[in-house]
T-cell receptor
Framework: QQQVKQSPQSLIVQKGGISIINCAYE??????FPWYQQFPGKGPALLIA???DVSEKKEGRFTISFNKSAKQFSLHIMDSQPGDSATYFC????????????WGAGTKLIIKP | NAGVMQNPRHLVRRRGQEARLRCSPV?????VYWYRQLPEEGLKFMVY????????ESGMPKERFSAEFPKEGPSILRIQQVVRGDSAAYFC??????????FGQGTRLTVV
C-alpha cells in the first residue's frame, strides 16, 4: 500500500514534442504529489507539486494531471527541449509528513535534438 | 548563498570500517533530512532531524546507522561496520520548516 509505480522506465522524445510520465499510488491517505528532476551527479530538485483538490496544475511548460478516482497522476512536458534530459521522479506522501515521501523508481528522459 | 553542501562526494570504505557523511544545510535552515538512493531506484527516507533533536528516524536501520544534527556544525550520518549492501548514494536535504526544500549533491558510498 506504500508503493508508487512509475512508468515508463525510459523515454526518448524529439525536440519540441510532449513528454508524458505516469505514476500510480495505492495509499488513499496520500495528499501531496511532487515531481522531482535529477541531473547526473546532482541531487533531486523539486519541479512541481499538486494536492488532490485540483485536477491539473501548470507551471510554464510543465503540467501535472491528477486523477483521484484512478489514483494516478502524470507529468507532461510541453515543447520538450534537450535541456530537459534528466531523470524524473514522482513521489507521494501525506502533507502532514511530507518528508516521508514514497518515491517512484524514476524515468530517464532523453530529448533528441 | 550556498545550497546544501555534502561531503565527501565520493567515499570508499572496506567492509567493517566506519563511514561518516556530512551535510551542511542552507544557512538558516534548521530542518535536515537524510535519504538513501540505490541504483535505478527512487530515494528512501531515513531520518528527519532538527537542531539537536531526532524528529523521525523510522526509516533508519535499527543497527549500525546513526544521525545527529548538533547545535553547531554539520549534520552527520554515521554508518558503523559497513557492508556491501550499504553501497548507495546518500542525499541530505534541508528546509526552514517541515518538508525537504533543497537537496545536496549526495555522497556516493562504495563498500569494497
Amino acid at each position: 500500500q506504500q508503493q508508487v509505480k512509475q512508468s515508463p522506465q525510459s523515454l526518448i522524445v524529439q525536440k519540441g514534442g510532449i513528454s508524458i510520465i505516469n505514476c500510480a499510488y495505492e495509499n488513499t491517505a496520500f495528499d501531496y504529489f511532487p515531481w522531482y528532476q535529477q541531473f547526473p551527479g546532482k541531487g533531486p530538485a523539486l519541479l512541481i507539486a499538486i494536492r488532490p483538490d485540483v485536477s491539473e496544475k501548470k507551471e510554464g511548460r510543465f503540467t501535472i494531471s491528477f486523477n483521484k478516482s484512478a489514483k494516478q497522476f502524470s507529468l507532461h512536458i510541453m515543447d520538450s527541449q534537450p535541456g530537459d534530459s534528466a531523470t524524473y521522479f514522482c513521489a507521494a506522501s501525506r502533507m502532514d509528513s511530507n518528508y516521508q515521501l514514497i518515491w517512484g523508481a524514476g524515468t530517464k528522459l532523453i530529448i533528441k535534438p | 548563498n550556498a545550497g546544501v553542501m555534502q561531503n565527501p562526494r565520493h567515499l570508499v570504505r572496506r567492509r567493517g570500517q566506519e563511514a561518516r557523511l556530512r551535510c551542511s544545510p542552507v544557512k538558516g535552515h534548521s530542518h535536515v533530512y537524510w535519504y538513501r538512493q540505490l541504483p535505478e531506484e527512487g530515494l528512501k527516507f531515513m531520518v528527519y532531524l532538527q537542531k539537536e533533536n531526532i524528529i523521525d528516524e523510522s526509516g533508519m536501520p535499527k543497527e549500525r546507522f546513526s544521525a545527529e544534527f548538533p547545535k553547531e556544525g554539520p549534520s552527520i550520518l554515521r554508518i558503523q561496520q559497513v557492508v556491501r549492501g550499504d553501497s548507495a548514494a546518500y542525499f541530505c536535504a534541508s528546509s526552514p520548516g517541515q518538508g525537504p526544500a533543497f537537496f545536496g549533491q549526495g555522497t556516493r558510498l562504495t563498500v569494497v
